[in-house]
């Protein structure tokens, strides 16, 4: 994929979530919610403070990450549908 973000913003895959409950109840495709869970696919070069200086990002390539739940703009990049989000939209990086 030849796709680089812009600026302070990133492109992230959504991590599905699972079909079934810890108890074993499957969940049907109508009742799951869109995961708030996804993996960093590539970074823009940061945000620039009033003086110019580039503020580096907080997140890299490969990051699994939470964000909010309507957060980003959904696109569709060779055929796969991905987020393109402001890296403020993320809440933290899953270690």
Same mark, same amino acid.
């Given at each position: @994929?030849?796709?680089?973000? *812009?600026?302070? +913003?990133? *492109? #992230? +895959? +959504?991590?599905?979530?699972?079909?079934?409950?810890?108890?074993?109840?499957?969940?049907?495709?109508?009742?799951?919610?869109?995961?708030?869970?996804?993996?960093?696919? %590539? #970074?823009?070069?940061?945000? +620039?403070?009033? /003086?110019?200086? !580039?503020? $580096?990002?907080? #997140?890299?390539?490969?990051?699994?990450?939470?964000?909010?739940?309507? %957060?980003?703009?959904? #696109?569709?990049?060779?055929?796969?549908?991905? !987020?393109? @989000?402001?890296? /403020?939209?993320? *809440?933290?990086?899953? $270690?």
């Amino acid at each position: @994929m030849a796709f680089k973000p *812009l600026h302070d +913003r990133v *492109l #992230v +895959r +959504r991590i599905e979530s699972e079909d079934k409950t810890k108890g074993g109840l499957i969940i049907p495709d109508t009742a799951k919610e869109k995961p708030a869970e996804g993996e960093i696919i %590539s #970074v823009g070069e940061g945000a +620039r403070k009033d /003086s110019g200086e !580039l503020i $580096a990002p907080a #997140v890299s390539a490969g990051d699994k990450v939470l964000f909010g739940k309507w %957060s980003g703009t959904e #696109v569709q990049i060779d055929g796969e549908d991905l !987020l393109i @989000m402001k890296e /403020s939209d993320i *809440l933290g990086i899953i $270690a």
